[in-house]
């Protein structure tokens, strides 16, 4: 690349067209309500008074009061966070490991598994739903023709799925933080005696932790708002809080719902925030 | 000086293959008890490869490495007794700088309570008694290659290995770690380990220097040694400045052997070797070890020259003389007068005659 002076390709701003700037500040403006008013008048109308939520008539905490009265959502919300809390136990740990193996090691069809790593994050949810459903149909017949043990969708296939899907996004973040990762701390911690497994545990773990942690929550909140793919592979008789949600909203769009809606959009906001605060508290 | 007749590290015939490239080749050491020992060669040569197999991040295609007598060279690093100062310092940046230090005394299973006392004196071994709640990212390039250099010296190790550890650091710091270096591997009496290109830091620190190139020990030696009496011409010309005369044996002699030069010019000098007459040789001879004179000496082999450039800095002046259509020399004179007279230095044109003993004439055969 060719070194070109700064000046050279972007003009001295005061020389900027004061139209144009304009333009692009209203543009931006027009761009963040696009973005954000239809989650303002979400939480705004989970306090209305209206029963249909779509009208101001006064505000209201009733509709949360009601939701901690519904056993059936605070079933499902249970259930949700069961799934995303194992999904991102097991997807976690599963894509840190896979991330080292990938980026440290040489072996048998790693360059293969390099390019199909990402497939899960580029492929079409419906589809990979699908997949998932027709897997476990095929495994569970297979399973029930061999040994006679019948199984059924459950909580557990939902967990599978979740897991499945998670592990690539865990694996990107992961690797990202291995890439900067200076080899000689891992040669120095066993120049001054520590084997492998501590190596691990007390160097390289602590110094990829905010990939891993980054890479646990993007997991967590990816399992907890997932609806295609829960839906294909919950069975019945298993509640789940987006299942839920949608089941409702076919009925009719209450204050209820945007009041449950609220609240994950406040957890995940959080979970956002924690993870920046984590990795700042590293620095 | 704690030299002793023992062995801390002997190399035995190490070779190291990567993939088709010979990155050590063949190599026999043996470095004593408490010696400053200098790897020295440009970047490649193989000193990194070697220094790195016998911390044991690297294991030999072949050969034998022995520590303190016991054979080590398939022993993984984490089971020996030798610490690192690396290029990078490689400090734990998640640690605090007595935690780093204290990391291989846990590694050792050391009590606790002795702990603490130990990192606090290796700290201020190296003065930086106030630094050890900091983060390593905290301090400047000096001090973080102090904390390497306590963390490593902490452990006691029997042999410390250090990789370009002054690399990093600005000329007048590099100065002063290497006087510091050698005043704390004399107090400590461990043997050091030091990977350099930098001829100058070997020839400051060292109690003996191996030359290596492309993979060889081309030379083992003290420093004098390997200055005065270079066994190659690549060991003449990597450290310090030589000139170099290409000619043919004519006469073999004791002391002087003859050789003619390229321009017919018989020149004598001392065989560094074995050779016969009519064998392809290299004369070198050390800038500072020529003297330019307006007349020409009496009874001494002497050459006329002109004076080609003169470039005055100071301490010295140098001086490019030639002898013939092929033939230049660099002449190093030493100002060891005190004036302003123009006419005292040499003058570009001027006409002189180059002198130098026959002693400081090397006749190389490789």
């Known amino acids: 690349m060719i070194d070109v002076p700064v000046s050279a390709t972007r003009p001295p701003s005061a020389n900027r067209s004061t139209a144009g700037r304009r333009i692009l500040g209203l543009h931006a403006w027009l761009t963040y309500i696009f973005l954000y008013a239809p989650i303002v008048i979400l939480v705004l109308f989970s306090f209305t008074t209206d029963t249909f939520g779509v009208r101001w008539t006064g505000f209201t905490i009733d509709w949360y009061l009601r939701l901690a009265r519904d056993t059936r959502m605070i079933n499902a919300t249970v259930n949700t966070l069961w799934v995303a809390l194992v999904a991102t136990i097991i997807s976690t740990v599963c894509g840190t490991l896979l991330a080292l193996a990938m980026e440290r090691y040489r072996f048998r069809g790693r360059n293969g598994m390099d390019a199909l790593l990402y497939l899960p994050i580029v492929i079409p949810e419906i589809v990979m739903a699908l997949a998932l459903l027709a897997f476990f149909s095929f495994a569970f017949g297979l399973l029930e023709s061999l040994t006679g043990i019948k199984l059924r969708m459950n909580i557990w296939t939902v967990i599978v799925s979740h897991v499945a899907f998670c592990i690539s996004f865990v694996v990107v973040v992961v690797r990202a933080s291995l890439k900067g990762f200076d080899m000689r701390l891992e040669e120095a911690g066993a120049d001054l005696g520590a084997d492998p497994q501590t190596i691990f545990w007390r160097i390289t773990l602590p110094l990829i932790m905010p990939g891993v942690i980054g890479g646990a ?60 605060f984590v990795q700042r508290q590293r620095d | 000086m704690h030299v002793t007749n023992t062995s801390a ?135 973080q290659q102090r904390v390497a250099l306590a963390r490593a010296l902490v452990n006691r190790p029997k042999v410390l290995l250090l990789d370009e550890p002054l690399g990093a650091l600005d000329l007048k710091l590099r100065k002063e770690m290497q006087i510091e270096l050698k005043r704390l591997q004399q107090e400590v009496g461990i043997t050091f380990i030091y990977v350099t290109h930098d001829q100058e830091e070997a020839l400051t620190m060292s109690d003996r220097i191996a030359v290596m190139h492309q993979g060889k020990l081309l030379q083992v030696g003290s420093p004098t040694e390997i200055y005065e009496r270079p066994s190659s011409r690549f060991v003449a010309d990597f450290i310090g400045e030589a000139n170099f005369i290409d000619g043919v044996v004519t006469d073999i002699g004791a002391p002087y052997c003859t050789v003619r030069a390229s321009n017919g010019l018989e020149l004598k000098g001392m065989l560094q070797g074995a050779s016969s007459v009519g064998a392809a040789v290299t004369i070198a001879i050390r800038p500072e070890k020529l003297r330019l004179t307006m007349q020409a000496p009496e009874n001494v082999f002497t050459l006329a020259a002109k004076v080609e450039q003169v470039v005055y800095i100071g301490s010295d002046t140098r001086l490019t003389v030639r002898l013939s259509d092929t033939i230049t020399l660099d002449v190093w004179e030493q100002n060891n007068r005190s004036t302003l007279d123009r006419d005292a230095y040499w003058q570009r044109g001027e006409q002189g005659f180059v002198t130098w003993n026959p002693d400081n004439a090397l006749i190389l055969t490789a």
């Open chain 1, 217 to 276: 929550l993007l997991a967590f909140t990816l399992s907890l708002d997932d609806f295609i793919i829960s839906f294909f592979t919950v069975g019945p008789g298993t509640n789940l809080l987006p299942v839920e949600v949608y089941g409702r909203v076919k009925r009719a769009i209450t204050p209820s719902i945007n009041a449950i809606s609220t609240i994950m959009l406040v957890v995940s906001m959080a979970l956002v925030f924690l993870s920046q």
């Open chain 2, 9 to 143: 590290v002997v190399l035995q015939q190490v070779t190291k293959r990567f993939q088709n490239v010979t990155a050590v080749d063949a190599i026999d050491l043996d470095i004593r008890d408490g010696e400053f020992f200098s790897m020295l060669g440009p970047s490649g040569c193989g000193k990194t490869t070697t220094l790195r197999m016998i911390a044991g991040f690297e294991f030999p295609s072949s050969g034998v490495i022995s520590l303190a007598g016991a054979q080590v060279e398939k022993v993984p690093a984490h089971l020996r007794n030798v610490n690192t100062v690396f290029q990078s310092y490689a400090l734990f940046p998640h640690m605090t700088v007595a935690e780093n230090i204290a990391f291989g005394l846990e590694m050792k299973n050391v009590p606790r309570a002795d702990i603490k006392p130990r990192v606090d004196a290796a700290l201020a071994m190296v003065q930086l008694g106030n630094y050890g709640a900091r983060r390593p990212k905290q301090l400047s390039g000096g001090q």
